[in-house]
Every structure is written in C-alpha cells, then in structure tokens.
C-alpha cells in the first residue's frame, strides 16, 4: 500500500522535513531535480538532445532551472522559459538561486514570441510552470502560455504535477498542460489519478527526493493505493479444510428475465475463493442458475411464504449480497426492507437496491450491520441527489461524505474507483482498465467483494481490497480479449489469474 498526498499535505511534509529534520529547502529541490533527471533519461534512454523548460516563478519554477542546468550536464541543449516572470510574478527564494546559477552558466533563456512562433522544435518539453502551490484558477497570458506549450511537438513532460491541475481533486483550473509524463516527487498526489487530473497528468512515475515516512510526524494520511504486496491480505486457505471452511454467502439477486445478475454474482464468489454460496431468486430462474452455476445452491419461494424464507436465509448466512438484478417492483422494495431490517452479517448492497434505498435512505440508518454500497455515479447520483457531473467531478469527497453521512463503507465506482470507509480512509484503485465498463461487471465486484466478507475479512479490509482484485481480474481478461472483446464472464475468468500471480 501506498499513500496519495493533497497538495496541503505535500507542503506539510516539505514543512517538516526542512524543519524537524533540518533538510534546506534547496537540498530538497536538488535531489528532486536531480531524480526527475534520472528519470527521464531512463524514460527515453538518452535519446534526447533538446530540451525545451517552462518555468514559474515558484519553486516548481526552481526545479524546472535546476532541472535544465542538470540536463546541460548531461550534454543535451537546453532552453529556458521563464514565463513566470515574463508575467511578471513573484519570485519564491529558492527559484532565484536556480536561475542566478542558470545565468552563472550561461543557460540560454527563451521569450514567448519564440516559443510560440514555433521556430524551434524540442525533443522535449517540460512543464515546470505550477506545482502543488496552483491555489486557484490560471487565467490571463499564463493560460495562453500552457496553450503554447500544448501546442509544441515533442515529448510533455511535467515536474510534479501537470501545471492546472488541482493536486487534491484532479480539477483543472481554468486550462491544464496535457503530459504525455509526469514525474513526481517523493508522494503520487491525489489529483493526478482523480478525473480528468488523470488525463493530463498521463503516466505517472513517483521519485524518491529524500522525504521519508518520519516526515508524517502526528498526521495521519487517508488516501491510499493497493499495490501487489496487498494480495497477502486475501484470507489463506489451510491443509485441513473443507467447503465449509470459507464462509457461507448468501446472494440475493435476479427477477424474471435478469437470471445473469446472479449468476455473475455467483460465480464470481466462487472463484474468489467462496466454499458454500447460497442464491435466492425467483423460480423462473431455476434452469439457467443451476445450468450456468451448477455449485450454487438455489432457494426460492411462493409470493407468500417468500418473506419467511428470505429470513431464514439471513439466519444462515456469513455475508450477504443484495440488489443485483432484482428490479425496483413491491417484491424487490419489500425484500429491502427485510434485509436491512434483520441483516446482522456484512452486508453488500449494490445495483437496484441502491436505487430503492435512494427513495429511502432512512433504510440505512436503521440497518445494525456492516453495509458496504457499491453505486456508480448514476447510482450515487440517484442516492445524493446530485447531478452524475458533480459526482465525477468530486469522487472521493463525495464517497467520503457518503460514508461520513451513513456510517457505511462507499465504494463508488469509476474508471479509478475510490472506496471510502468509515474510520476516514478512502482508496483510489488504480487496477483495471476501460475493457470493464461492460454489462454484468459490477455484478462480478459484488461476488468478489461478498465472498471476501464471507471468508471472514473486515469490511474495510474486503471493500478496497476486492476493488484491486476485480481490477486485476480485468487487466488479465484484458490480456486475453482486448478492451474491446472483453465481458463479464471473461473477468470472472481473469480472477483464477490474479490466484496465480
Ligand atoms: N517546498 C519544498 O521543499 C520543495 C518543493 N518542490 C517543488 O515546489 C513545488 C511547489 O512550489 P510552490 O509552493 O512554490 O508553488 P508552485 O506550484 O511553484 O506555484 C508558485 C506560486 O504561484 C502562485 N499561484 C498559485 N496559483 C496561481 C495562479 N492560478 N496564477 C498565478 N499564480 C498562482 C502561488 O503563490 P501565491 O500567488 O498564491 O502567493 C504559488 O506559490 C512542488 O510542486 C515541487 O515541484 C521541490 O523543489 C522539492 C522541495
Ligand atoms: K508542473
């Protein structure tokens, strides 16, 4: 696991570290630049004779000079840009001391009206214009200024974030350099995988400039990535085991004419790892549950012994997943009211439940378990009142106020997915692919989350961690059926694979 900082947060531990532990601000910016540099070169391996650098006048603008006077070093020919004081801004300290040892060199200094004539081509261009101090929107000749730059050919790379993009949130203030790479300092920063922070920030490659851990001090980060090292954390399978070792999980899911919902949902619990897994659903579903996921154990029932049965079920089960496919009629309205009545085992409630639940929140008050949502953003829209654009715009605020608000485990998913749970920490997934958005893949997240819960995993553990896993799920279907051919069946496929990396 690893942290995402805010730009507040950054600041806090450049604070610290030049503070509590005396590193000056300007050994910092060395080491930065000089692993930025490193980086660089071994993007492109040494294939790069011009170097084109737009610099601010803050210390991103610093490291943008010290950058080109390390380049130099390197033997390639460098061009600075000062746009920051070509519009005349205040220049930070650290910043002044780069540029009088670029003068001290002779590092040739372009104007605008060149940049923009575009006389001269570049290799690379490099954005050092804002950092993690952007505070607000850029407007005015600076805007024009990274529309210049967008408009050269060459390789974008920017130094630490992409110039416009808000480090906390991924927004773009006003207009945002399009990086084709960004090379980052010490911490990944929120923005740069929040949409559409994500799209201008490109690849992303996190260097070391000798801020550590220590530098936390007492303040606690809150956002974090799952790396590979997390898949230990996937409950462990013992010698002398049997079926019924691994949890009982109970999938209410499907109506008449949505029979693949559950079945999904299913099987994806059983490739989890999921040794007992019951599904309740109509009937009507019977043939196609019992050809399609011959495992699974089905129980249905009369209208009217329905209710009675669906209890029972509840009294059976380890974890519970709910909503997949069970429409939004009286049935599937009065089953939600049983559920979150007398569930008192994990819950997952995902897909029509959440859209029953969004005419009743007050449902999920009265719940006494652990509940874990799992809307999209129409869904969460649905759910918030708020218009899906909003949603997109502000993901991980919104799944933590959501949490927040309900005491509840949000898992709100999108291209990055970002899983808020209720002691404050979200994750932003960045597993998976675009291959995903498919029909029957959230129901394939429920199976995989549920089983989790199942085999004994703590909701907060079980959420962020089966979003990683169904992420890699897609990224190996991917491998084998390319975005484009790629559906649900094939990342419940792709989950045998994660078992074997
Ligand atoms: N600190 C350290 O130890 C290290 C930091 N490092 C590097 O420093 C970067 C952060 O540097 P930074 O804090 O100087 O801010 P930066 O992003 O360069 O912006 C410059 C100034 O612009 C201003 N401003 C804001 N928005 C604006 C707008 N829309 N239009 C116009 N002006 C605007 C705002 O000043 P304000 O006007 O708000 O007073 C802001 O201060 C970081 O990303 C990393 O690259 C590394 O060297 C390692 C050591
Ligand atoms: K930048």
């Known amino acids: ?59 991103n603008g610093g490291d943008g000079l010290a950058i080109a006077r390390l380049l130099r070093e390197q033997g390639i020919f460098v061009f600075v840009w000062l746009a920051g004081e070509e519009e005349g801004h205040r220049t930070s300290s650290s910043y002044d001391v780069q540029k009088q040892i670029c003068s001290a060199y002779s590092i040739p200094v372009v104007q605008k009206e060149k940049v923009s004539a575009g006389e001269a081509s570049y290799d690379v261009v490099i954005d050092a214009l804002f950092g993690t101090g952007l505070s607000r929107e850029i407007s005015g000749e600076l ?71 220590e530098s936390w001090l007492d303040h606690k980060p809150h956002t974090a990535v799952l790396e590979p090292e997390d898949l230990k954390k996937l409950p462990s399978r013992m010698a002398h085991t049997n079926k019924g070792s691994y949890g009982k999980l109970l999938i209410i899911a499907g ?20 040794g007992l897994v019951r599904v309740f659903t109509c009937e009507q579903n019977r043939l196609i549950l019992q050809t399609k996921v011959p495992e699974a154990v089905l129980v249905t029932g009369q209208e009217n012994e329905e209710e009675t049965l669906l209890a029972e079920q509840l009294q059976w089960a380890d974890a519970v997943v709910f909503g997949p496919g069970i429409g939004t009629g009286q049935r599937a309205r009065r089953m939600t009211s049983t559920v979150l009545a007398q569930c008192r085992v994990p819950l997952v409630l995902d897909a029509d439940a959440l859209n029953i639940i969004a005419d ?30 909003e ?59 549920g089983s989790l819960l199942a085999q004994g995993m703590k909701a907060e553990e079980a959420a962020p961690l089966g979003v990683y896993v169904h992420g890699l799920a897609g990224d190996a279907a991917k491998e084998k059926c390319g975005v484009r051919g790629m559906m649900a069946s094939d990342i419940i496929e792709g989950l045998k694979e994660v078992e074997k990396s």
């Open 255 to 274: 109506s008449v004419n949505m029979s693949g919902a559950a079945c999904f949902c299913a099987k994806a619990a059983y490739r989890m790892g999921s």
């Open 360 to 389: 009743q929140p007050e449902l999920l008050e009265q719940a006494k378990t652990d509940i874990i949502l799992t809307p999209h953003p129409g869904e969460m829209s649905r759910l918030t009142k708020k218009p899906v654009s």
């Open 1 to 59: 696991m690893r942290y995402l900082v805010s730009g507040k947060e950054m600041k806090l531990l450049d604070q610290n570290t030049s503070q509590v532990f005396h590193v000056p601000e300007l050994v910092l910016m060395e080491q930065a630049s000089m692993a930025f540099v490193q980086k660089l070169l071994l993007l492109k391996q040494n294939k790069l004779s011009t170097a084109l650098i737009a610099c601010g006048s803050g210390n």
């Open 143 to 213: 805007a024009n200024d990274i529309d210049v730059l967008n408009q050269l050919s060459g390789w974008k790379v920017a130094v630490d974030i992409a110039s416009g993009i808000c480090s906390d949130d991924g927004a773009v203030l006003g207009t945002a350099f399009r990086a084709d790479d960004t090379i980052t300092f010490s911490f990944g920063k929120k923005g740069q995988y929040l949409w559409p922070g994500n799209e201008y920030c490109g690849k992303v490659h996190v260097v070391s400039m000798g801020i550590t851990q």
């Open 391 to 449: 949603i997109l715009t502000t993901l991980e605020q919104s799944a933590e106020t959501f949490a927040k608000r309900f005491h509840v485990i949000c898992v709100l998913k999108d291209f990055h997915t970002v899983t808020a749970v209720s002691d404050g920490m979200t994750y932003v997934n960045l597993s998976g692919n675009n291959g995903m958005a498919t029909a029957g893949s959230g129901d394939v997240l429920a199976g995989v989350i």
